[in-house]
């Protein structure tokens, strides 16, 4: 699931991670009134395998002017993919093939500003991270100088934590990373900082996805310019189980406790209530 | 000046009078030195200018300040640390700064917006802002009207409201457009596309054509303004404000720190690991067109309109609303005496 408000770069993002136009630019129109969330899909080959990737992409969030209830809805397509994979489960006769509908995993899009994290940024951050595995990422990271790229960095871990967000954490699948791309500290990394872009060049006779800016050229595959690649290494290679794994045993069976618990306490205070209305019937 | 003929020239003024009724003295008189005394005189009283930065936090309003005024003016606000309260309302900052330059005295003041659009529900956060502006006017008026009043009432009216617009592809967000409309209608509003070193040339030109449009398209008036008819302008002020017009807004850049550019010069600007960004080079950001605009061509003019026009408005209002209380209460009183 990809969250952040228009303008972000999440449809770049998108685009860059899935080599093709996944989200044909310049779609995302402002004049939607209400936020929206879409469902796209596309399919990625990394290191061999074929992935089918479901992406979620919310639009509208954070752009009216009163955001209140931004984060109620997306509250709500979470709890609702798990209750379709709750029914599911509880069916006697299960459909084969069930589609997994639940979010593995939330990048959400922060402004690069240098300003840390805003009101409605914490305030999302607390609902997912209670349901989902979340991982924050610095859009635009081409605004950024080293300087303020580290600052920045160390500005929004310490909002995080002062507010209590858990973040995905990247430490149990580092045996894996540490394969995959050697000498980088990931605990420093998070949030990521990258830039996408969809242009190609040629610099010294290998091609770059690159964006092109008037003062310089930012190639997106540079683990030196964006952390774009170790993102993708992430998502797509390392963690891909750990982040499935992580949702099925915790997300998901702290929702199907929670809802099971309701149930069962509804029954008992309703069974209460019916001994209690047949011994005074009784009396 | 050596003589001059008698009255057969035609003169052109820029005050617009009957060109033929002007009398140019058979021998020189010296009344042109007028404008040296001038001159003198408020050079020695100083200007004032009251400039309003609004935009949404992180959008380098008050880099951009320092960087327009070549001093450390105004310090960025933020959540510095996490014991600050998480919303901020919008508030209200001014920091006050005399600058002098070849003995001209310049006061500065920079009205800062900290809190604007920072909070989830953003609902009314321009009503400060306009608050402010209108008891600038006021407090001038009540100073005016004064029966012993000041000789020179000091000047606390916003002349400008720099508003920042976030760098992206589709322009003004809502919340944009609402503040924008109440803003523009008392206040001089210069719109500055922010941080737009994230932008390519294409992005740019795109944005400035999506920001123009929608300028129209929502009928929101930009300093400077299309005024064809202005008897204060001569032809060329107004052709240049056309063309001033066609590059609005400025994609601008701050930066207060200097670095050495490759060719070995030493200038304000940012470093990336990707390249290096000079302030002052017209090629990367159009920040010298901005300080000239603002400081070279239309600083006087940004004053002069702010009291001829917004001030104008807001004083015949108040007026007008002024009269009509007097003249009921007047009628009442009659009513109840007969």
Not at chain 1, 75 to 101: A, W
Not at chain 1, 220 to 243: E, K, M, N, W, Y
Not at chain 2, 287 to 295: P, Q
Request: proline share 4%; charged share 25%.
């Amino acid at each position: 699931m990809i969250i952040g408000e228009t303008g972000t770069g999440k449809s770049t993002f998108i685009n860059t991670l899935c080599d093709e136009d996944v989200i044909p630019p310049g779609n995302t129109s402002f004049n939607g009134e209400a936020m929206c969330i879409e469902n796209h899909s596309a399919t990625i080959f990394e290191g061999g395998t074929k992935i089918n990737l479901d992406i979620v992409l919310t639009s509208g969030f954070g752009d009216s002017i009163d955001n209140t209830d931004s984060t109620a809805k997306l509250v709500d397509y979470l709890e609702t993919q798990f209750e379709l994979t709750l029914k599911e489960e509880c069916r006697i006769q299960r459909t084969p093939h069930f589609k997994d509908t639940r979010v593995h995993a939330a990048l959400y899009f922060i402004r690069p500003t240098g300003k840390g994290l805003r009101p409605l940024d914490i305030q999302c951050l607390k609902a997912l991270s209670a349901r989902c595995n979340v991982i924050p990422v610095i859009s635009k990271g081409d605004l950024l100088t080293e300087e303020e790229k580290k600052l920045n960095k160390e500005l929004i871990l310490k909002h995080i934590n002062a507010a209590g967000i858990e973040l995905y954490d990247f430490s149990s699948c580092f045996e894996d990373i540490e394969e995959e791309l050697p000498g980088f500290n990931l605990g420093q990394m998070v949030p990521f900082s990258i830039v996408s872009g969809t242009e190609r060049k040629l610099i010294e006779e290998i091609e770059y996805k690159v964006r092109k800016l008037p003062h310089g050229i930012v190639r997106v595959d540079d683990p030196a310019h964006s952390d774009f690649p170790i993102l993708r290494t992430c998502l797509l290679g390392a963690c891909q189980q750990d982040l499935k794994d992580t949702t099925h045993d915790i997300y998901y069976e702290r929702y199907r406790t929670k809802k099971l618990s309701e149930a069962s306490q509804k029954r008992e205070a309703s069974g209460l209530a019916k001994t209690s209305a047949k011994t005074i019937s009784a009396k | 000046m050596a003589d001059t003929q008698p009255q057969t020239q035609p003169v052109r003024t820029t005050a617009g009078t009957d060109a033929t009724s002007l009398l140019q003295p058979t021998n020189y008189v010296g009344f042109d030195t007028i404008t040296t005394q001038i001159e003198n005189r408020m050079v020695k009283r100083g200007f004032t200018l009251n400039v309003m930065l609004v935009g949404a936090s992180g959008l380098g309003k008050s880099t951009l300040i320092n960087t327009l005024f070549s001093s450390h003016l105004d310090d960025s606000c933020g959540r510095n640390t996490v014991y600050e309260p998480i919303e901020r309302t919008p508030d209200i900052k001014v920091t006050s700064h005399d600058m002098i330059e070849n003995n001209v005295i310049l006061h500065l003041n920079i009205i800062d917006t900290p809190g604007f659009a920072d909070q989830i529900n953003n609902n009314h956060c321009w009503d400060p802002l306009l608050k402010y502006v209108k008891d600038q006017h006021n407090q001038y008026l009540r100073r005016e009207l004064n029966a012993s009043r000041e000789k020179f009432i000091k000047d606390t009216r916003v002349h400008c409201a720099l508003y920042f617009v976030a760098p992206n592809y589709y322009g003004l967000s809502r919340l944009d457009v609402q503040a924008l409309k109440k803003l523009t209608e008392v206040v001089n509003v210069v719109p500055v596309i922010a941080k737009s070193d994230t932008l390519t040339m294409e992005e740019r030109a795109n944005l400035k054509r999506t920001l123009q449009d929608q300028f129209k398209h929502y009928n929101l008036r930009m300093y400077p303004y299309n005024n064809q008819y202005d008897d204060r302008l001569t032809s060329e002020e107004i052709q240049f404000n056309k063309d001033i017009r066609s590059m609005l807004p400025f994609a601008v850049i701050g930066s207060e720190d200097v670095i050495t550019t490759p060719k070995g010069e030493t200038v304000r600007g940012r470093r990336t690991k990707w390249g290096t960004i000079n302030v002052e080079d017209v090629t990367q950001c159009e920040f010298v067109y901005l300080r000239d605009f603002l400081t070279r061509t239309h600083l006087y003019d940004l004053i002069e309109t702010t009291s001829l026009q917004h001030y104008e408005a807001f004083r015949t209002k108040q007026l007008t609303a002024l009269r009509e209380n007097v003249g009921a209460r007047n009628s009442s009183q009659s009513q109840n005496q007969s």
